[in-house]
């Protein structure tokens, strides 16, 4: 058992008189599964914040074993305001996968999270900017939403799965209709030292569209 996950259930038993992994995953609104997981890999950040809004553990303790269990502190993780929720940040190979499962990750899965308006799909998430491909607007550790069930339009951002059956984020352009009727599209980077790439050259599946873009700010 990870010593994360052991102090989750002890938490649960102390603080809400729950025992016992389904009863701990229902707390939670969790699958069995991911909870099941969590045994073997550790709870995640994100799932240590909703174990901290549901059952009253505070997450920084779950995480590390310091401090107080619950209550009687001030949190700088703020409980979600209504119309608000949490979305995952998924690695480039879970969102590879996306198009293929029917449940690709559990809220827990992500590697963080970010806050934002409950307005995208259910599985909507966030994906981290990785090298510079997409300069000068998009830099490395900038934050992108997406949201699969957006369809995209030409010139829109999308995030695709790409011969590496890992995801690529790119500019979006059409390019005509092929002789089965279907699409034929463009992933572009903005950083002209990269290759455009074609879906009739590659196989390329586009996963979601971009609703948002969060940009990292560095200090010099």
């Known amino acids: 058992m990870h010593p994360v996950t052991e102090r ?18 229902r707390a939670l609104n969790e699958s069995p599964q991911t909870v099941k997981n969590w045994e073997t890999r550790g709870v995640s950040k994100a799932g240590a914040l909703k174990a901290e809004e549901l059952l009253g553990v505070r997450a920084a303790w779950l995480l590390t074993g310091e401090g107080a269990m619950g209550g009687g ?16 940040v998924i690695s480039k190979i879970q969102a590879g996968a996306l198009c293929e499962i029917s449940v690709p990750y559990g809220s827990g899965d992500g590697f963080d999270v970010e806050y934002g308006d409950d307005d995208a799909s259910q599985w909507s998430f966030f994906l981290e900017i990785e090298g510079d491909s997409m300069l000068p607007d998009f830099r490395p550790g900038d934050r992108v939403l997406i949201d699969p069930d957006v369809t995209p339009r030409p010139g ?8 590496k059956q890992d995801a690529t984020f790119k500019k979006y352009r059409v390019r ?3 002789e089965l009727g279907k699409e034929v599209f463009e992933l572009v980077p903005l950083n002209d030292d990269y290759p455009v790439m074609r879906s009739d050259e590659h196989h390329l599946v586009v996963i979601g569209t971009m609703i948002e873009h969060r940009r990292k700010f560095r200090r010099r």
């Open 8 to 25: 989750l259930y002890n938490a649960a038993q102390a603080l809400r008189g729950i025992s016992g992994q389904s009863a701990v995953a």
């Open 73 to 88: 502190f001030k949190s700088n993780v703020q409980p979600v305001a209504s119309g608000m929720r949490r979305y995952p």
């Open 156 to 163: 829109d951002f999308v995030a695709a799965r790409n011969t």
């Open 176 to 178: 005509g209709i092929n």
